[in-house]
Every structure is written in structure tokens, then in C-alpha cells.
């Protein structure tokens, strides 16, 4: 590869590493810059949920761009793994949300019916027995709601897929390159790290909550900040829960191997750690839905950095004010769900800049 790529992308979380792998796959060499490893970031909490109906429920838009975005996970899963030669874990066997008063059932009431007028295959039951059926191993409910097309992906696979996919492309990964500084030359873009100046016609921010720490020239900061997720891997019996579970405070994500429970929702800045008071919460609220998890074995607790924007929606689109770069950040709890979409916008973009972007998503209402 040469040393002057045509696309430097500033920040390697699943984000990155999802617009590195759709841009070297349209015959662009490729530049991926980060201060730490691949999914170090946000990718590090995230449990790999893939459900619109569920985090969108409060926002039309996001849940539609959610449905956008899942309705390309298949093809998305299998270009990623046909071209990094692996396999990553990715269910499609839906959500059961789990509602234990009569308040939370009539939600989940309104929302089946929602969900049927839209189109959308799902199961609205009621009383114990009917849950237990769809999920043996949970608590006594009043109802329960199986939204069918909701599914999962093992994200640190998918990570590790998209940079082997990238890889085989020619992109080229350098993971010690703290990213300070975006400006313009007569050439084109030139981004300076720490140590090292890099220049390209072309350059994607996706460094998540930490794009408000970059200084980019002309511009004002970008509206980013870090929203703290704790999750937690327990182990217990292979195949114990059917699917994703999400009750009070809480969801569950089983793969055959461990069960991911999150995720803690902390707005303490740049702060990583785990705290014994996130671990009580999520134990707390995990147990109450499935009371079995109290023998289950614990192997870790994983912290992650979501990247938060002002309305909640990511920021995605050309800069009005630097031309050849891109934002592609702020996806806050809904990266992984939003990974093809982005992807596809960006590449998109950089083929052309005036392509089109979802006005909701646009950088530019930011000023940027
Ligand atoms: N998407 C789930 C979370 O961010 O916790």
C-alpha cells in the first residue's frame, strides 16, 4: 500500500472497522489509525443486540433506521465472513422482553400492537405458563413479548472479521496512533497523531466518544460524549436461555458458551472501571429475571465507552466545512445494530459526496 491511502479512517472500534472493510471492498486503500487495539472503545460492553423495536421504541426514526440497518445484517454477516474466511456467532431468533406488573405489560401490549400494524412478526402473552414457554428458566411474569425478527452478533468476532476481511483487501491497521489534529493541505486532508502526519484525500472520523477530543480546523467541537456500559460474561449450562432477554434494567445474551448480561447506563466522563456498585446492579436485576443465574459462574466484567450525542442519533455525513472528510460517530447504544448501515452510507459518500444521507443522521445539523 502507498503511504498516501485514499481514505484514513480515525478510529478502529466496530464502527471503523465496518467502513474500513465496505471502502477497501470498493477498491480503496484504506488507513485505519488508533491509539489502542481494534474494539477497544465501545465494542468492548457491547452485547451485540440487534434490535430496532426494542432501543428504538421511544424514536420513530431511530427505530426505522434500525429496521434499514437489520434488514442488511445477512448480507452484511456473510460478505464479512466470506472475505475474512471465518465464521462469526449471529442469531436471528428474536427478543423476549419480559414484563412483571400490570403497568409494564400493558407497554408491552401497546407495543405488539404497534409492531402488527407496522408489519413487524411478533407475540404478545400473557400469564406465567405462556412465558415460561417461550422462556423456561424466567421468573414469574404477568407477559411477555417475542419480537421475531430480532437477533445478536458475537461483536469482538465481528470485529476480528472485518479486519481480517480488511486485511486480505490491503487496508492497513496501525493501532498506536493517537489521532490529534485534522487539517487541510492543497493536497487534500492531513492528519496529524502524536507522533506521525498522514495525508489522503479522503478521511472518516469513527472514534466514537472520543471524536470530541479530536481538533479538526474550521470546525467547532464535535458533540460527542462518553456514556459508561458495564456488562458482565457469567457461564452457565449451554443452551440454558432460548434468546435474548430483556427485563427491568436488564438484558441477557446467550451464546453457547456464556450468557453477556448489561449494561450499566453512567454518564462519569472518560472513567473505565468497573465498580462494585455497576456488578451489584447488574447481578441484581439479572437474578430477578432469571433466578438460576445466582449459580451461574462469573468470568469477567467488560467496560465500555458508548459514544452519546446531543439527540441520541449518530452523526453521519460529509463536513460542509472540510472537504473529503466524513463523520461516521455518536451511535451511542446502537452500534452494532447500525454497523451495515453506516457502512454503506459512508462508502457511499466517498464515492460521492453529495450521495444521499438521512437528513436525521446528517453531521451538519451539529454544524460540523
Ligand atoms: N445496546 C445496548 C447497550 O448499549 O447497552
Redesign the pocket.
Known amino acids: 500500500m502507498s503511504s498516501h491511502p485514499d481514505v484514513i479512517v480515525v478510529g478502529a472500534g466496530l464502527i471503523g472497522c465496518a467502513v474500513a472493510h465496505a471502502l477497501s471492498r470498493q477498491g480503496a486503500e484504506v488507513l485505519v489509525l488508533d491509539a489502542s487495539a481494534p474494539g477497544s472503545g465501545?465494542s468492548q460492553?457491547?452485547?451485540g443486540?440487534l434490535?430496532p423495536h426494542i432501543?428504538g421504541a421511544h424514536d420513530p426514526v431511530l427505530q426505522g433506521l434500525g429496521a434499514d440497518s437489520l434488514a442488511r445484517y445477512d448480507a452484511f454477516i456473510h460478505r464479512v465472513c466470506s472475505d475474512a474466511g471465518m465464521d462469526v456467532p449471529y442469531v436471528r431468533n428474536g427478543t423476549l422482553q419480559l414484563a412483571d406488573t400490570d403497568e409494564r405489560a400493558e407497554v408491552l401490549r401497546r407495543l405488539a400492537a404497534v409492531l402488527h400494524g407496522q408489519g413487524v412478526p411478533c407475540q404478545f402473552v400473557e400469564g406465567v405458563a405462556a412465558v415460561r414457554d417461550l422462556e423456561p428458566l424466567a421468573a414469574p411474569q404477568r407477559a411477555g413479548l417475542l419480537i421475531e425478527p430480532h437477533g445478536a452478533v458475537r461483536i469482538r468476532d465481528l470485529i476480528e472479521a472485518l479486519r481480517q476481511a480488511s486485511l486480505h483487501q490491503g487496508a492497513r491497521c496501525l493501532h498506536s496512533e493517537a489521532v490529534e489534529h485534522i487539517t487541510r493541505h492543497e493536497t487534500g486532508l492531513v492528519v496529524e497523531t502524536h507522533a506521525n502526519t498522514f495525508h489522503a484525500p479522503h478521511v472518516v472520523v469513527t472514534s466514537g466518544a472520543w471524536a470530541m477530543n479530536l481538533r479538526v480546523d474550521g470546525h467547532p467541537v464535535i458533540p460527542t460524549h462518553p456514556?459508561r456500559?458495564q456488562?458482565l460474561r457469567l457461564q452457565m449450562r449451554s443452551g440454558a436461555l432460548r434468546r435474548v432477554l430483556w427485563g427491568p434494567g436488564i438484558?441477557l445474551v446467550p451464546w453457547a458458551d456464556e450468557v453477556l448480561v448489561?449494561?450499566?447506563?453512567e454518564k462519569v466522563g472518560f472513567d473505565s472501571r468497573a465498580t462494585v456498585a455497576g456488578v451489584m446492579q447488574l447481578c441484581t436485576a439479572a437474578q430477578a429475571v432469571v433466578p438460576e443465574l445466582a449459580e451461574a459462574s462469573f468470568s469477567e466484567v467488560r467496560v465500555?465507552l458508548?459514544p452519546g450525542s446531543p439527540d441520541g442519533l449518530p452523526l453521519i455525513g460529509p463536513s460542509r466545512r472540510l472537504p473529503g472528510l466524513v463523520y461516521a460517530t455518536g451511535h451511542?447504544?446502537?452500534?452494532?445494530?447500525l454497523a451495515p448501515l453506516t457502512a454503506d452510507l459512508v462508502a457511499a459518500i466517498v464515492r460521492d459526496a453529495s450521495a444521499d444521507v438521512p437528513s436525521a443522521l446528517a453531521a451538519s445539523r451539529f454544524d460540523l
Open positions: 465501545a460492553a457491547s452485547a443486540m434490535c432501543e456514556v456500559g456488562l438484558y448489561g449494561a450499566t447506563m465500555g458508548r451511542f447504544r446502537n452500534g452494532a445494530l
